[in-house]
């Protein structure tokens, strides 16, 4: 509890001082902001918007691992972590309801034009913990040898320094765009390293036995209650962020008038932006942080999809069967996974509204849905019924099966 209680402590301390400093911090900021975007040089703009644009490569890391390695666990872990920091910072940044430095400071160019509110920087708390968690759940022998694994020194060393880099590119680049304050980023990592080390130190570990000791073969399952307590938790999380929704729905936490300042601050700063947004479109302020919120709906589909699925898992035999595989074999399940995932594209691409409860039901909801299914219940089912799956295989439902009729036999006899 020593490490809970100490950055408990620590996060603590350093929100009080950024309500102090807030002031002095904006302040600063602005003539920052100003000094750097007026200082800009030639494909300045191209680097940072690489930096800032470019974080999905790392759910792409994920997939690749979850398709080819046999740390599934640790992918599918990783991609619920990076579900649940989106679904936390749109709830703290309903209960912050800070505006972007362009918004109200007329100086400041909007050169990237995110329309919700900006504290704490969501850039900089997912960034901070996709590039950190990468080594620490999806490649662990990077910080530490591994069994059957070691990286050479000078390759640990490139790797960490690359992390350390693009993390405090995309926090800088946030506040070049004009779309944070440095006080915004910096409360941003401060949230993200909290959230990354009480995760790693006490959380982490337990769900990886939890989940190989559930899908062993002839193991358990995911049990019911695991389920009924994630039902819990996400209504509860759903309660909360709807409370502050309305909060700022109803004008109560923050005013009508700063409000058509930033709405029109907005039209006039976006070259991307041709229509005019009203205070309840879905893509500005409370709205889409509220909608954002909901991605936390990932995990608990993950959860009950792998329950549904009812399927085994065991690495060892994974990486051992998967070696032996014909590379057309391999070819086909990838080609499988990419076809399924496409169940998501119509929600992400067709459904354009700015109806709030639309965007949530018909294209938030969905996503996780499918998202969540594809991974736990449709890949391992689809592979089982084409004939592609191989002992060993995540969620595979052939190994159930045959294990329950052996203990059957084994009772009658």
Known sequence: MRTFILSTLFLGIYIILDIILNELMWESNTKLTIYLQNKEFKGEQEIMTFF?????????????????????????????????????????????????????????????????????????????????????????????????????????????????????????????????????????????????????????????????????????????????????????????????????????????????????????????????YKFKSASVLQNNCFNNSFQILFIFFILLGTKLCGGTYDESKFSQNFAKLKWKLKLYRVVLLLVLLLIVEPFVFFIVTEHLSAVIFFQTIPICFFGGFVLTYFYPKALFHLGLNIEGDFLNSENRIITTKIHANANEV
């Open 52 to 276: 800032s644009n470019w974080l999905n490569i790392f759910p792409g890391i994920a997939l690749l691992v979850f398709m080819f390695k046999e740390n599934k666990l640790g992918a599918i872990l990783y991609g619920c972590m990076i579900m649940f920091i989106i679904s936390f910072n749109s709830l703290l940044k309903n209960i912050y309801h800070q505006p972007r430095p362009f918004w109200t400071e007329e100086d400041i160019k909007g050169l990237q034009c995110n329309k919700e509110f900006g504290k704490p920087s969501g850039h900089a708390m997912q960034s901070s913990l996709m590039c950190f968690l990468l080594p620490c759940i999806l490649f662990p022998a990077i910080w530490r040898d591994q069994e059957n694994l070691k990286y050479p020194k000078l390759l640990r060393v490139i790797i960490i320094t690359i992390i350390i880099i693009w993390t405090l590119i995309t926090g800088f680049s946030r506040i070049f765009f004009g779309a944070h304050t440095y006080g915004q980023v910096l409360l941003g990592w401060i949230y993200s390293g909290y959230i990354m080390i009480n995760y790693m130190t006490y959380i982490h570990e337990r769900l990886l036995n939890y989940f190989k000791t559930c899908l062993v073969t002839g193991g358990p399952g995911i049990g019911r209650r695991v389920i009924y307590i994630s039902i819990l938790v996400t209504f509860i999380w759903s309660m909360i962020s709807y409370l502050f929704y309305r909060l700022n729905s109803n004008e109560i936490l923050i005013n009508n008038a700063e409000i058509q300042l930033w709405l029109d601050a907005m039209l006039r700063k976006c070259t991307s932006q041709i229509n005019p």
